[in-house]
């Protein structure tokens, strides 16, 4: 793997199986677009498992770009209460073997909100 690509990827990592106990959120207006424990992180951007995706905020775009390294990009509209956010999540349908860490994966941005919250541990038992 050349170093451009080993380092651009070199920034993955999964928030899969870690045992953090932490949820990551996508919000936009107001509503909660997708919600899960098992994200994979590639450039900063969290890509959420496909089934963690309320599908009802997606509006198929015919918007593509490419990227060199992970491929071509697809998009979606997200519509909440009326208001339409354009080409606001991107996912890979048949991304290139480096990126196969986000197949099935769905990203957000302009002005999706993206965060992290701990999840609280159940309470101990009591003796």
């Keep these: 793997m050349s170093g451009w690509l080993k380092n651009a990827f070199g920034d993955q990592e999964s928030d899969a199986g870690d045992g953090a106990g932490e949820v990551v959120r996508a ?8 919600e899960s424990d098992q994200t994979v992180v590639v450039e900063g951007n969290h890509y ?4 963690s995706v309320r599908s009802e905020f997606l509006q198929d775009s015919d918007t593509t770009t490419h990227c060199s390294w ?3 990009a697809n998009y979606y509209s997200l519509e909440v209460d009326g ?9 890979y349908r048949e991304p290139k073997s480096a990126a196969s860490a986000i197949k099935d994966r769905i990203a957000f941005w302009r002005g999706v909100e993206v965060s992290k919250d701990r999840q609280s541990s159940p309470p101990a038992p009591s003796s």
């Design 27 to 34: 919000v936009w207006n107001g509503q909660v677009i997708a």
């Design 48 to 51: 959420f498992p496909a089934d």
């Design 70 to 72: 992970k491929g071509m």
């Design 83 to 91: 208001q339409t956010n354009k080409d606001a999540a991107w996912y």
